[in-house]
Every structure is written in C-alpha cells, then in structure tokens.
C-alpha cells in the first residue's frame, strides 16, 4: 500500500451528516425484491491505516454489534496491510524485495500475487506488479518543484526488469528471476484488504455496510429500507464538482488518476506507469465498478495505462464491470454497462 490516498476523489458521506452517501437502486444489475424493513441508524468508525483514513459505516440495528463488527474488520485490514505492505523491509514482501527470495510465502500474499499475476495477462500487460523498479527510479529522480530528467538508460534499465511471468510463486516459496526485480502490490492489496473486511462484517451479520478505504469503496445491501449507498466521483481538474453521482448495491469502485502523486512540478510524471514504456499516461481519471474491490482497485489502474478506446472495450468484455473515463477537459466517456446518473 502507498504511503499516501491513492483514491481520494472519489468524495462520499452519510446523506443527512453532510457526507455524500445516500442511497437508491442497483447500478449494473437490478435490485433484488427482498424487503429489508429494519436497519436501525448507520454507525461509522474511522481510522488511519494503508497510508490512508478508511471509514466503515454500517447500518445494523445494534450499534453494540455493529461497533464490536467493526472492530473486527479494522483488525483484519492492519493484519493483512502488515503482510502485503512494500514499504516494510521486514514485512513478507518487503523481504522479497531485498533478498530476491522468500521461503515462507504467507498464503495471503501468495493468493494476491496470483490474482495480480492474472490482471497482467487479462490487461495486456498494463497492469503489472513488478513495476517497481520503474517506480523507484523516479522516486529516485523525483523533482517536485521543477522538470524531473530521466536518462534513457536508467530507463531502459528499469523497464528490462518488469516481466511478470520473472516471478516464481510455489509451495516452497517466491522468487525473482533477475537481480533488481521487486514488487509492489500497491494496486491491488488495497482493494483486497477492503474486500476482507467486508466478509468480516459479513461472517459477524452486519450485511448493510459500506467501507472506504481512501476512495476504494465497497458497499453491501442496504444503507436504509429501500434505500441503497450513493457515491459521488469528483472532477480531479474542478475539485468540489461531482460530474455524476453512482447508485451502488454489493458493488465496488475504484479510481485511477494522475493526481495523486506527482514527480514533477507539471505532473507529466506520476504514480500511474505504462509498464512497457515507463511514461506516465495523461488522463483526468478513470473510475471501474465490478463485483470486488480488488477487481475495481486493479483494473482502474491498469485500465488507465490503456488507450481510451482499447479501455473500454476490455471492460465491455469482463462479466460484471464497468469504466468510466473522465478527461482533464471535463468529458465523460463510458463503457456500455456504465450506470445513468442516481
């Protein structure tokens, strides 16, 4: 998980607490006919973890039980950030990183790997784990106050070290295949953690529930009878405007921008990699709905790398998913399955 929000556009509240969550029908399927007559009033807890403020609220008619639920999930999501965190030397990963090998693989981190692995291949390579060298060589370079120089071959150098299928993942551990390769779960872990949390609340009957971990949403049943959660995506270019506003029933989203973290003072360079070219692309946001946050988390990264055209059409193909682009020009460009304003 990055050191910072990854996701913080994505702007959402309790409706009647000056947040913006409210509520209605499904967005890529219809809602079930099920009545749901008594949830009692949301409770919420936040607190800072994965670099971010992540914020639970459930709608539960025990706030004893909802509270209790919570503490729980909260518990869960530190458990997994400390196994599948990058920026811990002495955590799983942060050892695999350093030491080019690992022997005890945790199976959460064997199992995120393998989903990230499957993202590689499904986007065409724009989403990749093995990223970091590219992304340390401009940590390294970065310039925030002015233009950030990046020599061709420390390019060429870094790029010769992302290849996904140079990782070995097995019962008798991990292992990078060339001196230099690392890893960083940054686009996916984040999604994961909130999808665990979420079986939490589950496993514990809070049902009703929405988690946000820094604009990662996840959001179960119901937030009222009769009333589903809402999010608002922010313009990153017009902050404070809200181009559309989403209606979400057991659904994820996510979003992707160049906004995020900048490498240099105009933002040509930033936290967003094609892998095959070590640029950064240039685009507002892209924001993708699917059935688990760490699908939404992975694909709106590797969605954004893509060109607009080639974006849309993948998520068109995937059961489930939707994405919306939104260029710095303020249009909205959408696959087929992207929902009608709330």
């Known amino acids: 998980m990055p050191k910072t929000s990854r996701r913080d556009f994505l702007r959402w509240t309790l409706a009647g607490s000056g947040l913006l969550l409210a509520g209605a029908a499904s967005v890529l399927e219809p809602a079930p006919a099920r009545a749901v007559t008594r949830l009692g009033a949301p409770t919420q807890q936040t607190a800072l973890f994965m670099g971010t403020m992540v914020s639970i609220t459930v709608a539960c008619p025990s706030s004893t039980q909802a509270h209790d639920a919570m503490d729980l999930a909260f518990a869960e999501g530190r458990r997994l950030e400390a196994l599948l965190t990058r920026h811990d030397a002495a955590a799983p990963l942060g050892v695999l990183n350093s030491q080019g090998s690992l022997r005890d693989v945790p199976p959460e981190l064997l199992n995120v790997w393998q989903r990230a692995h499957g993202i590689c291949h499904l986007t065409g390579g724009a989403f990749d784990a093995t990223v970091l060298p590219l992304v340390r060589l401009l940590e390294s370079r970065s310039n925030p106050e002015g233009e950030l120089e990046l020599p061709e071959s420390d390019l060429r150098e870094a790029l010769a070290l992302v290849d996904t299928d140079a990782v070995y993942a097995g019962r008798d551990g991990m292992r990078l295949e060339r001196q230099g390769m690392g890893l960083t779960l940054d686009g996916i872990a984040k999604g994961h953690i909130v999808d665990a949390m979420s079986a ?143």
């Open 200 to 342: 939490v609340l589950l496993r514990a009957g809070c049902e009703n529930h929405l988690i946000n971990a820094g604009g990662d949403i996840l959001a179960r049943g119901h937030k009222a009878p009769g009333v589903f959660w809402r999010v608002a995506v922010e313009d990153p270019e017009k902050r404070g405007h809200y181009p559309q506003v989403l209606e979400l029933y057991n659904q994820a989203i996510a979003t992707s921008g160049g906004y995020e973290m900048h490498y240099d003072a105009e933002g040509r360079h930033h936290h967003l990699l094609d892998p095959s070219t070590g640029r950064s692309p240039v685009l507002g946001s892209m924001s993708v709905l699917a059935a688990t946050c760490m699908q939404a988390d992975a694909l709106a990264t590797g969605l954004s790398v893509l060109p607009a055209g080639d974006a849309l059409t993948l998520a068109d193909s995937l059961s489930g998913c939707a994405c919306g682009l939104l260029r710095r020009d303020g249009r909205l460009q959408v696959s087929r399955r992207w929902p009608a304003e709330a």
